[in-house]
């Protein structure tokens, strides 16, 4: 029994190694039990550590890209450019055509209430945005 998780869990680190990106080599049968499973212990932090990582920088990009749209400043949807409402966090391609195609707005709820923005888009741009009526 000892013999075949020995062989499972070698078999198991090799085919880790080979799908993360460790050159599997013939030394990898010789390290043993132990060994295999720090190999496969060392891998396995490398891989969170890098994914940890990765998720915190998009989650910063995201935010930063908010302050730039914003910019301390609250977005007119009856004025701002296609560009500009696609930088508002939750607006897209296809919320931005939306909210171009349906001006002017008396206010900003008329997204919600003409159904251009879902309701909980809606929440989340809400304190982005404004609707100053346009002048004639």
Do not use: C, H, W
């Amino acid at each position: 029994m000892k013999s075949f998780a020995k062989l499972v869990l070698i078999v198991v680190s090799l085919l880790f190694s080979a799908a993360s990106g460790f050159a599997a080599d013939a030394s990898a049968p010789a390290l043993g039990l132990k060994g295999a499973a720090k190999v496969v212990k060392e891998g396995a932090k490398a891989d969170v550590k890098t994914s940890t990582t990765a998720v915190k920088q998009d989650a910063k990009g995201k935010a930063a890209d908010a302050k730039v749209a914003t910019k301390g400043k609250i977005l007119d949807i009856n004025t701002a450019t296609e560009a500009e409402l696609k930088a508002v966090p939750g607006i897209g391609d296809a919320y931005a055509a939306k909210i171009i195609a349906g001006r002017p707005y008396a206010n900003k709820a008329q997204l919600k209430s003409r159904k251009i923005l879902p309701g909980n888009v809606y929440e989340q741009v809400k304190d982005m945005i404004i609707a100053k009526i346009p002048k004639k």
